[in-house]
């Protein structure tokens, strides 16, 4: 767990060229490090400094702002249980409960086979559906602890292999030739965009 | 709190404060506006050198600008025109007590044992503008704290109020940004990224700009109180550019060195090493008392009297077999007098540089340029010389802002990528050897590449230097392993390129524009028999040679500055007399015969001349330990005993006398030199009158790496060396190579490699550098470890070969 491997570099290299400016493309290598992961590790950071030609510093302070990247190691399934206000009138407090219970973990836990981390979150956009939760942020729609039992069992058991390993934002990957990108260009070399350039006082 | 009636009026922009109509100037911050018309917003985050940012709301204020008043950050605000501002109003009050109330809920109540107590924004703010009470019972936020964030400065995380002044410093202004904030909401916290320590050469401006005590200086840590603290306006003296300091002592030992605002110099910014080098000023071992040599050849102690009598008879010799090397640690006072002593002795050969600088020539025959003139937005800047990161800090820091922010183009005539090479325009690595060639070769329509230069970037350097706006020269010693003749030649070649050019001296070593200014250069004696006075090297070769019986060392390290070791070497094995006048022992004073003890900086009052010639004002803090004397009264006293009354009886008077001889200190009023926050430039009007010096460089030979010697800021120096807090900063020697070489040899960097030289060999370990090109070793000067003066000769460039080690 550390460092991109060397095709992933070969991934963020072309990421890289999608951007002016190297350092845009800090948030998708943060999502490929931690799709290669599962976490986004120090090691990878600074590998990630390196390319985009930044700090460290600056690569931590972007990744710990956003809750989704873990800095830590989780399990494979990521399991976020609805307790916002639609949810909670509906069960969603309850279905934490027994999820704890039946994983043996508190929220932010991970279960001792590394399958699954628990965490409770607030409105995750689905209050039609309440109570709900997402499996690597992939919803299951109003379950009942019947149903999460059975959406644990089936992730041990490998039956749901349209949810993949914690990390992996979709399993489709864009390649855009060079020659088809939209027109990159530095922002030094836009000059004055026309909507700024009318308010600008007249040269005297 | 009411504006004041007679704001100078200003074709500005008019707006209301507090009832008052006003005027602020085009574009002016409402803050700046508020601060020069005497109405005060209190504030955390803002710092007038750096971006507005808004993040801490304590400037809160009503303002109007035609929909209604509305509070919002002063700050962020730029006065336009009709705008009605009240800071005073009912919902001001009540938004800076709620801002102040939300601020404290989560800072520790432990100012008793905070450095900050007593001189805290924080604490000051809540005093003037806060509710008094906290209304929070809950726990507060708990941290581990100090945490060390570098080797100098301790972070509490728990005093943090998050106003971005450190971090936005970091990455602003130094450059390194190391410190980020990190985590977010509640868990807001600033920290660096595990194992990458905030190691700049700024940190201690983080300290100094931190609005709590949440930032923590190791030199100062539970030092001293504020309220113990008093203080005097001086100037660093460490380096050439004379950042314009605070200095602040607690019974009788400097604990504190602040950076002052000065528009023309430094900004307010320090470098750690003139924040902090004021340890040495207290160190222990220190010169006392005056010595001299026994029958047995051991030092013993001797009065000033008896010393200086024997002092004054080794100065009393034939005038042409003495020489008088060093002088750019004294103040220019006492440059000065001794400048007039050696006239009256008629010795005329005496040179504040120790062979590691330039010929003064250079700097008397062009054109002398200042920092503004270097920073002026269009302007383009040629960096000719070593990295001024390493050398020269605060001009670094000036520089930085200038290419970075305001457009100044940067063309590096260097011999490897300097700490700005993200921002130059036309990069011109010239190998050791090559910089006159390279500059020779700079035109439009260049067409070959020249000295490991592309034909592209020599056009783009002419271009650049065709173009409108000043072009300054920023001229050093990049290399001491390489005469300095060629940094003239590059000099003279870029003159015929761009004709106007100025030049800033890149002359690091304190106060040595003040020591050529009074005339401690070779040759300028004027009571001397007319023959040439000669340089430091050559003062040196004379001694070996047994031509010079007396050598008097003013504040001057020959043994370990002088780039070649081998001449320092046998001129002190050969010459009968040494006399240091010096503040700590050193390689040379071990050596000496006679030593005299100085007084150091923060002990003498003075004046220091800048880079560009700018006065300002050195003071006394604290007294000097045991007998050390000030640098003037030496030599009024060795005056005195060889028979030369300087008839100068207090430093008032050396000032009258100075006034009255130096034609370029005419009018110069030095009392008022401390309330002068920019001080006047002298010696300004230079025309050009500079020739190329032939130097002929040999191919490079079958060693097959030219030798890059050059100074980082941490070396093992003497006041480095005397600064606790420092001493362990200082580089260790390495030898480090591109990339490719290291592929080349088969070794991996850290490896052990032997470096062959024309004397013998060595084994170092290797590094790689990037930086450097191809066909150049570079190893950092006085680096603990290896001194790289033993493999400095008198050839214009040195070649070396790297093996594997043969182990």
């Known amino acids: ?204 | 709190m009411t504006a004041t009636e007679n704001a100078p009026a200003t074709t500005g922009v008019p707006f209301t404060l507090n009832g008052v109509e006003l005027e602020a100037k085009q574009g002016e911050n409402l803050l700046d506006a508020c601060d020069r018309l005497g109405v005060h917003i209190p504030r955390f985050c803002y710092h007038p050198r750096m971006t507005p940012v808004g993040m801490c709301r304590m400037c809160l204020v009503e303002i109007d600008t035609g929909r209604g008043p509305a509070l919002q950050p002063g700050c962020m605000m730029t006065v336009s025109p009709n705008m009605v501002v009240n800071t005073e109003s009912e919902a001001t009050v009540k938004a800076q007590d709620g801002v102040l109330e939300l601020l404290l809920i989560n800072h520790p109540l432990d100012c008793p044992v905070c450095d900050k107590g007593g001189e805290c924004p924080l604490q000051d703010n809540a005093f003037a503008y806060g509710p008094g009470e906290s209304r929070f019972v809950e726990e507060k936020r708990h941290y581990e704290k100090p945490i060390p964030i570098s080797d100098l400065v301790f972070l509490d995380r728990e005093r943090c109020i998050l106003c971005d002044r450190c971090t936005r410093f970091a990455d602003e202004v130094a450059g390194d940004p190391l410190i980020h904030f990190v985590d977010r909401g509640a868990q807001t916290q600033v920290n660096t990224f595990p194992d990458h320590p905030f190691s700049s050469y700024f940190s201690g401006n983080t300290v100094q700009i931190c609005p709590v005590g949440a930032l923590t200086a190791k030199p100062y840590r539970f030092k001293a109180r504020p309220w113990d603290l008093t203080g005097v306006e001086s100037t660093a003296a460490v380096d050439a550019t004379g950042a314009r300091v605070a200095i602040q002592s607690s019974q009788n030992r400097l604990v504190r060195v602040l950076g002052v605002d000065s528009d023309a110099v430094n900004w307010g910014w320090l470098s750690d090493k003139e924040r902090f080098i004021h340890e040495a000023t207290d160190a222990e071992d220190r010169l006392t008392d005056p010595l001299t040599r026994d029958d047995a050849g051991e030092f013993v102690v001797r009065r000033w009297t008896d010393a200086t009598k024997i002092a004054a008879e080794a100065l009393q010799g034939p005038a042409e077999r003495i020489g008088v090397i060093g002088g750019a640690r004294l103040p220019l006072e006492a440059q000065f007098l001794w400048a007039r002593l050696t006239d009256e002795l008629g010795i005329t050969s005496r040179d504040a540089q120790l062979g590691d600088g330039l010929d003064p020539a250079i700097l008397s025959g062009a054109p002398r340029a200042t920092i503004d003139r270097a920073c002026t937005p269009g302007g383009t800047v040629v960096l000719l010389g070593a990295d001024p990161k390493e050398e020269l800090p605060s001009l670094f820091l000036r520089l930085r802002h200038a290419v970075a922010e305001d457009g100044v183009k940067l063309i590096e005539l260097t011999p490897r990528a300097s700490s700005l090479s993200s921002y130059a325009k036309a990069r011109l690595y010239a190998a050791p050897g090559a910089a006159a060639e390279v500059a020779a070769a700079i035109s439009t329509d260049a067409s070959a590449s020249v000295g490991g230069v592309d034909a592209q970037e020599l056009a783009k350097a002419a271009e650049l230097l065709g173009a409108d706006g000043p072009v300054t020269v920023l001229v050093g010693r990049a290399n001491l392993a390489e005469t300095a003749d060629l940094t003239a030649a590059a000099l003279v070649a870029l003159h015929d390129v761009a004709p106007d050019l100025a030049v800033l001296s890149g002359l690091r070593r304190g106060n040595i524009h003040g020591a050529i200014e009074m005339g401690l250069v070779p040759g300028s004696a004027e009571g001397g028999d007319g023959a040439a006075g000669k340089s430091t090297e050559a003062m040196l070769a004379a001694a070996a040679a047994g031509e010079i019986d007396t050598l008097v060392l003013l504040g001057a390290d020959p043994m370990a500055d002088v780039p070649n070791r081998e001449l320092v070497e046998s001129a002190f094995a050969a010459v009968a007399t040494v006399v240091s006048i010096d503040t700590f022992n050193t390689a040379s004073t071990a050596r000496a015969d006679i030593v005299l003890p100085a007084a150091a900086w923060g002990e003498v009052d003075g004046t220091f001349c800048n880079l560009e010639g700018r006065l300002s004002p050195l003071s006394a803090k604290v007294t000097s330990p045991g007998q050390a004397r000030a640098d003037w009264i030496i030599a009024a006293e060795l005056a005195l005993a060889t028979g030369h009354d300087l008839g100068v009886g207090s430093l008032g008077e050396v000032r009258s006398a100075m006034v009255e001889t130096v034609p370029s200190l005419a009018g110069v009023d030095f009392d008022g030199l401390v309330s002068d926050a920019d001080g006047p430039v002298i010696g300004g009007d230079r025309a050009w009158s500079l020739s190329a010096p032939s130097v002929s460089v040999p191919p490079v030979d079958g060693y097959g790496l030219r030798l890059l010697v050059d100074r980082t800021l941490w070396d093992e120096g003497t006041m480095v060396h005397h600064a606790p807090s420092l001493a362990h900063l200082a580089t260790t020697a390495t030898v480090s190579v591109a990339p490719a070489v290291l592929d080349r040899l088969g070794v991996q960097p850290g490896d052990q490699v032997t470096l062959n030289h024309e004397n013998g060999s060595v084994d170092l370990a290797v590094a790689a550098d990037g930086r450097l090109p191809d066909g150049v070793a570079r190893i950092p000067f006085r680096a603990a470890g290896f001194d790289a003066g033993t493999l400095i000769g008198e050839g214009p460039v040195v070649d070396v070969r790297l093996d594997r080690a043969s182990s």
């Not at chain 1, 956009?125 to 059975?150: I, K």
């Not at chain 1, 089936?154 to 749901?160: E, I, N, Y």
């Open chain 1, 1 to 204: 767990m550390s460092r991109l491997n060397a095709a992933n570099v070969t991934l963020a290299n072309e990421i890289i060229s999608h951007y002016p400016k190297k350092k845009s493309a800090l948030i998708p290598l943060l999502h490929l490090a931690q799709e290669q992961d599962g976490y986004v590790a120090d090691d990878a950071m600074e590998h990630i400094a390196e390319l985009v030609e930044v700090t460290p510093a600056e690569v931590l302070g972007t990744c710990s702002f956003y809750e989704m990247f873990k800095r830590h190691p989780v399990g494979t399934y990521m399991i976020n249980v609805c307790t916002n206000i639609s949810c909670q009138l509906l069960g969603g407090e309850e279905l934490l409960h027994h999820a704890e219970q039946t994983l043996g973990i508190r929220p932010g836990g991970t279960t001792d086979d590394g399958m699954f981390t628990l965490e409770d979150v607030e409105c995750i956009a689905a209050c039609t559906e309440a109570p709900c939760l997402q499996v690597n942020y992939r919803h299951e729609y109003r379950l009942s602890t019947d149903d999460f039992d059975r959406l644990v069992a089936d992730l041990r058991s490998g039956k749901r292999s349209d949810i993949p390993a914690h990390g992996t934002l979709g399993t489709v990957r864009q390649h855009i030739p060079a020659d088809r990108r939209a027109g990159i260009k530095h922002p030094d070399d836009e000059g004055t965009p026309a909507w700024f350039a009318s308010r600008q006082p007249a040269e005297s």
